[in-house]
């Protein structure tokens, strides 16, 4: 049997622009696995329903593109499962989308304790951003603190080209491995209440609906900057779930979007102002990785003494929509039943 490819899958839902897919498929017949392990679960209940939502339909794409193999689906933790596997099958290389959060770096360091043993590797694709934050620095070589001059270094630098596109037919790994079935799979056994809404108001995961809400948003890009702004309008893109889980590459939405701005002049103000905001997405991925505390500590550490009420009856009130302002508990049950919110809503100065 020729060694399979082995593409392990946290986030980058996709087949475009997904150069670890890609490697994987030319080490050999492709095995995506995804594992649900502990980083998995500790996401939010909600997170986790979109997370399933974005493996199931890679997993329909995938079925069609290689006649019927789709995404073998394990539970434990990846750094025990997939070491055996590898030496199981005589696979030297493991394949992710690098996702830089310090609870990754943490997984991606066992993974590769585990491996070292049988000289195998875990390899790193980028994809997630535009440019990797490590690529841009200031004139004295440190970290962007503030967002302007880390855009026009972005816009200096210009992102990474997108790979090409995956083929239209892969060849998968037949080796039969006892996987869960992604059409019944549950990842949120914790979600109540708001599955039901969920299920019905959520807009379409997938990367077909993704790009498809790329193109249509990108036909109407001449009203973002005045649109933007406004809660009832939809002028915004609508891009940041599909974002969050990789189901668009932020790398194709700016070639996209510069080809627009190209052939259709009158949108390319608008386009310029709605890739300001994709580069403030690559910001915060900048700040997190230069600043790996940040998720649990101030990053100045005077505001370290800011006096929290972690239990005040004004919070429950507002995760509840019940705040009495009319706006900003629109916002929530926004929140509440699509899992988006506009942007405009969180903001106090509305
Ligand atoms: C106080 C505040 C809190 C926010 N918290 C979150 C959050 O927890 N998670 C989250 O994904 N977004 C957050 N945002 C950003 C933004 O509100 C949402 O991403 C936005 O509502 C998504 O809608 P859109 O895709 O239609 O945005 P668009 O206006 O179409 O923007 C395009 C893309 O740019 C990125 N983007 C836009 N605004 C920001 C921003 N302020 N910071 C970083 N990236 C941005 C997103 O990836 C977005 O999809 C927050 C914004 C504010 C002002």
Not at 66 to 80: C, F, Q, S
Not at 278 to 284: A, K
Request: with cysteine; hydrophobic share 40%; charged share 25%.
């Amino acid at each position: 049997m020729t060694a399979p490819g082995i593409f392990w899958l946290t986030r980058d839902f996709r087949l475009h622009d997904n150069p670890a897919l890609q490697a994987a498929i030319a080490d050999g017949p492709l095995l995506p696995v995804f594992i649900i392990d502990r980083l998995t679960m500790t996401q939010g209940a909600a997170s986790r329903w979109r997370l399933m939502r974005a493996l199931q339909s890679l997993d329909a794409t995938l079925r069609q593109r290689t006649g019927g193999k789709g995404i073998t689906i394990l539970r434990g933790e990846a750094d025990e499962i997939l070491p055996p596997l590898m030496k199981r099958l005589g696979v030297r290389r493991l394949h992710q989308s690098d996702w830089p959060t310090s609870e990754m770096r943490t997984l991606q360091g066992r993974m590769r304790a585990a491996l070292r043993p049988a000289g195998a590797e875990l390899v790193l694709h980028p994809g997630h951003l535009l440019v990797h934050p490590r690529a841009i620095r200031t004139g004295n070589g440190g970290a962007y603190r503030v967002y302007s001059p880390f855009a026009r270094a972005v816009r200096q630098l210009g992102p990474d080209r997108p790979a090409a596109d995956a083929p239209r037919r892969i060849t998968a790994c037949t080796e039969p491995l006892q996987g869960l079935d992604p059409l019944k799979l549950d990842l949120a056994p914790d979600l109540h209440r708001g599955r039901a809404a969920l299920e019905q108001f959520a807009p379409p995961a997938g990367e077909g609906a993704a790009l498809a809400r790329l193109d249509d948003f990108l036909d109407r890009a001449s009203a973002y900057p005045g649109g933007r702004d406004r809660p009832d309008l939809d002028a915004t893109s609508g891009l940041s779930d599909h974002l969050a889980v990789g189901e668009v590459s932020p790398r194709v939405v700016w070639a996209r979007a510069m080809l627009k701005a190209e052939v259709s002049p009158e949108h390319a103000a608008g386009i310029g102002k709605f890739l300001s905001e994709v580069i403030w997405r690559d910001f915060s991925w900048h700040l997190l990785i230069e600043f790996p505390q940040m998720p649990v500590a101030c990053c100045r550490p005077e505001w370290e003494g800011f006096p929290w009420r972690k239990d005040a009856p004004e919070l429950i009130g507002w995760q509840r929509a019940e705040t009495g302002v009319a706006l900003v508990d629109a916002g929530l049950r926004q929140m509440w039943l699509t899992g988006r919110m506009h942007n405009r809503l969180d903001d106090v100065r509305y």
